[in-house]
């Protein structure tokens, strides 16, 4: 039976809040991504090709480390079990790791090993080049008898396993065929991120979540269409195993499939960005979700949702609860969980991330009561401005000492709600002040929109952002809407450094 209907929001929400409770054991190959950003104005004299002027340089964990980095990222507690070399990378990689708080114990550094490194080189947030350092090998005897044994060690500690298979050689010759039957016999549920054609390697594991095209690989032949991906997952269950399967399939979203039943979830992207690191992410998020007590449908739907919020990121990206749940209430419309309107804490450390991640964010506020096309255009302009937009919205109290004792007409909850499902807002802050200085303090965002009304000397807030670098956006309005009527243009003279 294949059904397209999503679940109901509320079961998804209470297993996204029980992520705290859950441990990963995650073993598969361990990378260091580099990038390197800059600008290209010219052509080389020594050969014909472009000189990149460097302008900043970052590097994060890829493959299994950016598993566990979302892992962490989410509430959760991850322990990585894998070998790497005692290279500059692998230091590098055991640093991340000690930053973020996981347990390294079972993270072997060996001299005869080569930790694998990929460096990315962007102009003008395009790749122009990317340039491997690695070697793919096999470990030898004495890793590998390390590494299981660090494996079994650290599985009682765990609810879920994810073996992370990038093909640099940690679960080559059989060792993926062993921890998954060290963890069936111990009833831990094991979760495989495929490489390669030959699935025979992961027989008997819970599942495996290969994209739309390693799932064709697998099977011999191209995949499509919906019943196509049934299909050929099925073929790949009876053949190795499995108790299901959870194919990405781009725009198209996901498919979780079994043996008797399998769903479609829609893609829930509003804009790709760069899909480096998506499969890392989807498998963390299913199997915290799984961890937490969600059956496979609802996993693979907040699986879905992780995944279309890390696409709209550039580079290898991790995910929070707050841009979780955020994502999931949009998803569900009006009616989803309250606890997707961000609190002002929540909603800094969000801003804290998309800036490490090089976006830009805007914030604009108002009581937004009774919400016309004014409102929308107001708002679609104030995110033409900047990659992320935040909402600060008058609560309740602020409306009526504001706007008098017969407002709001709609209460903010309702308010909140309706903002937060609009595809140019991507975080809503409701706030007990008259005005958002408080908030705008506490965030320091990178622009700040207002209407055309407004002078730059008179919004709230202007000074702050300025003294941090920022800069004041102001909106020409079409008359007969108020503040925030019909927009025409952005009005050049407005915008401030």
């Known amino acids: 039976m294949i059904k397209h209907n999503p679940p109901s929001p509320e079961p998804l929400h209470r297993a996204i809040a029980r992520f705290g409770d859950v441990a990963v054991l995650v073993v598969g190959d361990f990378i260091l991504d580099r990038f390197v950003n800059g600008v290209i104005e ?3 004299p020594e050969a014909p090709i472009p000189v990149l ?9 890829g493959g299994a480390g950016n598993v566990v980095a979302n892992i962490v990222s989410l509430g959760a507690a991850a322990i990585p079990v894998s070998v790497i070399g005692t290279d500059v990378a692998g230091d590098n990689l055991m640093r991340m790791l000690r930053e973020l708080g996981a347990d390294t114990a079972g993270l072997a550094q060996e001299r005869g090993r080569m930790t694998s490194s990929k460096s990315r080189f962007s102009a003008l947030n395009q790749q122009v080049l990317r340039f491997d350092e690695e070697e793919i090998k096999p470990l030898d005897v004495a890793e590998r008898a390390g590494l299981i044994r660090h494996f079994r060690e650290a599985l009682s500690r765990a609810d879920i396993v994810i073996l992370s298979d990038y093909g640099k050689g940690i679960l080559l010759d059989g060792v993926a065929a062993e921890l998954i039957a060290i963890c069936r016999e111990a009833g831990k549920p094991v979760l495989v991120d ?4 030959d699935y025979a390697r992961y027989a008997g594991a819970t599942a495996i979540t290969p994209n739309r095209k390693e799932l064709g690989e697998a099977v011999g032949h191209p995949v499509f269409a919906d019943d196509e ?3 050929a997952a ?5 053949a190795h195993g499995f108790d299901f399967v959870v194919a990405t399939r781009s725009e198209k979203g996901m498919s979780v499939v079994g043996a008797d039943e399998a769903r479609h979830i829609a893609t829930q992207a509003r804009e790709v960005f760069d899909v480096s690191g998506a499969g890392d992410t989807v498998i963390a998020s299913f199997a915290l979700a799984l961890a937490a007590g969600a059956d496979h449908v609802m996993a693979a739907s907040i699986a879905n949702a992780a995944g279309g919020v890390v696409v709209g990121k550039r580079g290898t990206a991790r995910l ?4 979780l749940t955020g994502a999931l209430f949009r998803s569900h419309g009006p009616t989803a969980h309250k606890d997707a309107i961000l ?3 929540s909603a800094a450390r969000m801003l804290a991330t998309w800036k490490d991640e090089g976006l830009t964010v805007g914030f604009t506020n108002g009581c937004f009561d009774i919400l016309h096309a004014g409102h929308v255009s107001l708002l679609h302009a104030a995110r033409s401005q900047c990659d992320r937009l935040v909402l600060g919205l008058n609560s309740d109290a602020s409306v009526r000492r504001l706007k008098g004792p017969g407002r709001p007409v709609n209460d903010q909850h309702d308010r909140a709600c309706v903002l937060a499902a609009l595809a140019s807002v991507d975080a809503v802050v409701v706030f007990e002040e008259d005005t958002p200085l408080a908030l705008i303090e506490a965030l320091l965002p990178d622009i700040l929109v207002k209407g055309a ?3 730059v000397e008179t919004v709230v807030g202007a000074d702050v952002v300025q003294k941090a670098g920022g800069r004041i956006v102001l909106v020409d309005l079409v008359a007969g809407k108020s503040t925030t009527g019909t927009i025409g243009k952005l009005r050049a003279g407005g915008a401030t450094n």
Not at 234 to 238: A, F, M, P, V
Not at 320 to 323: G, K, L, M, N, P
């Open 42 to 44: 010219r052509i080389s």
């Open 53 to 61: 002027h460097g302008r900043g340089e970052t590097s994060t964990m």
């Open 194 to 197: 495929p490489k390669g054609r």
């Open 229 to 231: 991906i049934v299909a």
């Open 234 to 238: 099925r073929e790949l269950i009876t």
């Open 320 to 323: 929070t609860v707050e841009e």
């Open 343 to 345: 609190d002002a804490a």
């Open 453 to 455: 009304d407004y002078t």
